[in-house]
């Protein structure tokens, strides 16, 4: 009897990784990973080289299907398995990602008379260009008494699609109205594969407002807002949502051209990254929060309660697994803000010294950074390099670092901000057990936390709590494909129920990070100190850091 495969498709901020898994038993056969031609689009559009405004961040949809054809080809051929024996497929993406398109799935920038317009291109979830509109949206709908905001932290953040939108609407009205629908990448690519337009219950509900009870806000509120918007649900997005776990289509014979699949292989309806790999872990109960640390961190948990909790990004209904509440919430920069400091302010004499030693950088970092003891360097940094998505909602705040010296190291300032993200993180825990949402269970996934220790011991020590970590480095891919084996159902080789496959795929690392008391000492003291920074630069108390971008926007004007 021939093995039978399914492939996860999971697309990051900068690539696209294709993991082939056993579907029996979840081994993982072959993987392979392809970056996008043009990554993040932040400083000029490609072509005419138009300068963005600050906070903008595009991508083009063209480097998703490339990169996607090659991954899941070089996967395949190192699997060295039939194509016929790949009974289903699953995807996440980035979210909130979106893209204007037609009613045949083109993007409005694959079109000659928008190809220049930066409106018409792929907006990332770390666009953060629309906080203008978020913060109408959210002081309109407090007036209005809307009942869905407090399920959403009492604040939607600009990262979500109704800011992006109605951005779209005021600057840019002729793509606007050219569009015949705003959809999430996600839900774009399974049209590509399938030709079948879905809307994921799982984008929609957190990223739209989307309640499984009640839908979308009402056609009144969006008039209220502009009234060009009233009719906006239906005449751009699509009434119809698709829940997560069920197929969304089958592979057209286009697509097995394009992607190197074989036609009628089955399609689960498209999926958030960060959600997948909660099943992936074998989270199935409440009371467990998973966060998933990468270019960002999101955090996950399951409840059966309902709990309107200030700061989150929200819960849905059904949202990650079936019959239970997904709460979601999140920090916009952490791989990013590390990124950002090894490109931006390690001095050339550390990289020389880590090529000689035949270390990456980061690497020699935290060779570097394990010398020290909590609190040795008098620092703390607030980790707002990219906005604050959680618990303050404002993309227009920025980082900190407090307590340098004429002797301050490299390793310390590095060190400073992988502290900053533990607390970030304290801050969202603090705040769902505040809230009555009890975490007895922390778990990990993602590059960074099965690749670094030194993070990982960190978070231990801020949280004074044990961290299991997920044996799979590509968790979310193996989510991906974990949905793909259930839309293949148990009659093809899959499974009939994600909470079925969670039981026989996922496996935790025997690795458990214990927190060390003299470390949660004094982390307990810096964590007082981060929270008296937060609140005093977040809350309202010195708004420093908005008048400091305002004079930076006005400077480049």
């Given at each position: 009897?021939?093995?039978?495969?399914?492939?996860?498709?999971?697309?990051?901020?900068?690539?696209?990784?294709?993991?082939?898994?056993?579907?029996?038993?979840?081994?993982?056969?072959?993987?392979?990973?392809?970056?996008?031609?043009?990554?993040?689009?932040?400083?000029?559009?490609?072509?005419?080289?138009?300068?963005?405004?600050?906070?903008?961040?595009?991508?083009?949809?063209?480097?998703?299907?490339?990169?996607?054809?090659?991954?899941?080809?070089?996967?395949?051929?190192?699997?060295?398995?039939?194509?016929?024996?790949?009974?289903?497929?699953?995807?996440?993406?980035?979210?909130c990602t979106v893209l204007p398109i037609k009613k045949d799935g083109t993007p409005l920038c694959f079109l000659p008379e928008f190809k220049n317009n930066k409106h018409?291109?792929?907006?990332?979830?770390?666009?953060?260009?629309?906080?203008?509109?978020?913060?109408?949206?959210?002081?309109?709908?407090?007036?209005?008494?809307?009942?869905?905001?407090?399920?959403?932290?009492?604040?939607?953040?600009?990262?979500?699609?109704?800011?992006?939108?109605?951005?779209?609407?005021?600057?840019?009205?002729?793509?606007?109205?050219?569009?015949?629908?705003?959809?999430?990448?996600?839900?774009?690519?399974?049209?590509?594969?399938?030709?079948?337009?879905?809307?994921?219950?799982?984008?929609?509900?957190?990223?739209?407002?989307?309640?499984?009870?009640?839908?979308?806000?009402?056609?009144?509120?969006?008039?209220?807002?502009?009234?060009?918007?009233?009719?906006?649900?239906?005449?751009?997005?699509?009434?119809?949502?698709?829940?997560?776990?069920?197929?969304?289509?089958?592979?057209?014979?286009?697509?097995?051209?394009?992607?190197?699949?074989?036609?009628?292989?089955?399609?689960?309806?498209?999926?958030?990254?960060?959600?997948?790999?909660?099943?992936?872990?074998?989270?199935?109960?409440?009371?467990?929060?998973?966060?998933?640390?990468?270019?960002?961190?999101?955090?996950?948990?399951?409840?059966?309660?309902?709990?309107?909790?200030?700061?989150?990004?929200?819960?849905?209904?059904?949202?990650?697994?079936?019959?239970?509440?997904?709460?979601?919430?999140?920090?916009?920069?952490?791989?990013?803000?590390?990124?950002?400091?090894?490109?931006?302010?390690?001095?050339?004499?550390?990289?020389?010294?880590?090529?000689?030693?035949?270390?990456?950088?980061?690497?020699?970092?935290?060779?570097?950074?394990?010398?020290?003891?909590?609190?040795?360097?008098?620092?703390?940094?607030?980790?707002?390099?990219?906005?604050?998505?959680?618990?303050?909602?404002?993309?227009?705040?920025?980082?900190?670092?407090?307590?340098?010296?004429?002797?301050?190291?490299?390793?310390?300032?590095?060190?400073?901000?992988?502290?900053?993200?533990?607390?970030?993180?304290?801050?969202?825990?603090?705040?769902?057990?505040?809230?009555?949402?009890?975490?007895?269970?922390?778990?990990?996934?993602?590059?960074?936390?099965?690749?670094?220790?030194?993070?990982?011991?960190?978070?231990?020590?801020?949280?004074?709590?044990?961290?299991?970590?997920?044996?799979?480095?590509?968790?979310?891919?193996?989510?991906?494909?974990?949905?793909?084996?259930?839309?293949?159902?148990?009659?093809?080789?899959?499974?009939?129920?994600?909470?079925?496959?969670?039981?026989?795929?996922?496996?935790?690392?025997?690795?458990?990070?214990?927190?060390?008391?003299?470390?949660?000492?004094?982390?307990?003291?810096?964590?007082?100190?981060?929270?008296?920074?937060?609140?005093?630069?977040?809350?309202?108390?010195?708004?420093?850091?908005?008048?400091?971008?305002?004079?930076?926007?006005?400077?480049?004007?």
């Amino acid at each position: 009897m021939n093995k039978k495969y399914a492939i996860g498709l999971d697309f990051g901020s900068l690539s696209v990784r294709a993991l082939i898994i056993d579907a029996a038993t979840g081994k993982e056969i072959a993987s392979a990973v392809e970056k996008y031609l043009h990554g993040f689009i932040e400083e000029t559009l490609p072509e005419t080289g138009e300068k963005l405004p600050i906070a903008w961040t595009l991508q083009d949809p063209q480097d998703y299907l490339y990169s996607m054809s090659q991954t899941i080809k070089n996967a395949i051929k190192k699997a060295g398995i039939d194509v016929r024996n790949i009974v289903g497929l699953g995807i996440d993406f980035t979210a909130c990602t979106v893209l204007p398109i037609k009613k045949d799935g083109t993007p409005l920038c694959f079109l000659p008379e928008f190809k220049n317009n930066k409106h018409a291109f792929v907006k990332l979830w770390k666009h953060h260009a629309a906080q203008d509109q978020a913060n109408r949206i959210n002081e309109l709908a407090k007036q209005r008494g809307e009942k869905w905001l407090p399920r959403y932290g009492k604040k939607i953040s600009s990262e979500w699609l109704f800011a992006k939108i109605l951005q779209i609407l005021e600057e840019a009205p002729e793509v606007y109205d050219a569009m015949d629908r705003f959809i999430e990448a996600t839900d774009w690519i399974i049209m590509q594969l399938t030709g079948v337009a879905t809307c994921n219950n799982c984008a929609a509900g957190y990223c739209a407002m989307w309640q499984k009870q009640e839908g979308y806000p009402s056609n009144e509120f969006f008039k209220a807002l502009d009234p060009r918007l009233e009719n906006v649900v239906d005449e751009k997005l699509s009434r119809n949502v698709d829940f997560i776990g069920s197929k969304a289509g089958e592979i057209t014979e286009e697509a097995a051209k394009l992607f190197g699949l074989n036609p009628g292989t089955a399609v689960a309806v498209g999926n958030v990254d960060a959600h997948v790999a909660v099943p992936a872990v074998g989270i199935n109960e409440p009371g467990s929060m998973l966060m998933i640390i990468g270019t960002s961190t999101c955090h996950l948990i399951l409840s059966k309660e309902e709990k309107l909790i200030p700061g989150i990004c929200g819960y849905v209904e059904d949202g990650i697994l079936p019959g239970m509440l997904g709460y979601q919430a999140g920090q916009s920069c952490v791989g990013d803000h590390f990124d950002w400091f090894v490109n931006n302010c390690v001095p050339t004499k550390y990289k020389e010294d880590a090529q000689k030693k035949g270390m990456i950088i980061y690497e020699y970092l935290r060779g570097k950074a394990k010398l020290q003891k909590p609190g040795e360097s008098g620092l703390v940094a607030l980790d707002w390099w990219n906005g604050n998505r959680t618990v303050l909602v404002d993309t227009n705040l920025t980082g900190m670092m407090l307590g340098m010296t004429l002797l301050t190291k490299p390793e310390e300032m590095y060190r400073a901000l992988i502290e900053a993200t533990a607390y970030g993180t304290r801050i969202i825990i603090e705040t769902f057990e505040k809230g009555g949402l009890p975490i007895n269970n922390l778990y990990a996934c993602g590059s960074i936390a099965v690749k670094d220790d030194l993070i990982m011991q960190i978070y231990a020590d801020v949280m004074n709590r044990e961290i299991r970590i997920s044996s799979s480095t590509q968790t979310m891919a193996l989510g991906a494909a974990m949905y793909g084996a259930v839309a293949a159902g148990s009659s093809k080789g899959g499974y009939d129920s994600i909470i079925d496959a969670s039981k026989v795929i996922p496996k935790i690392n025997k690795r458990v990070y214990r927190p060390i008391k003299e470390n949660v000492e004094t982390y307990n003291k810096l964590f007082a100190e981060y929270t008296v920074l937060h609140d005093y630069f977040g809350r309202g108390s010195n708004d420093v850091m908005k008048r400091l971008k305002n004079i930076k926007m006005q400077a480049r004007d």
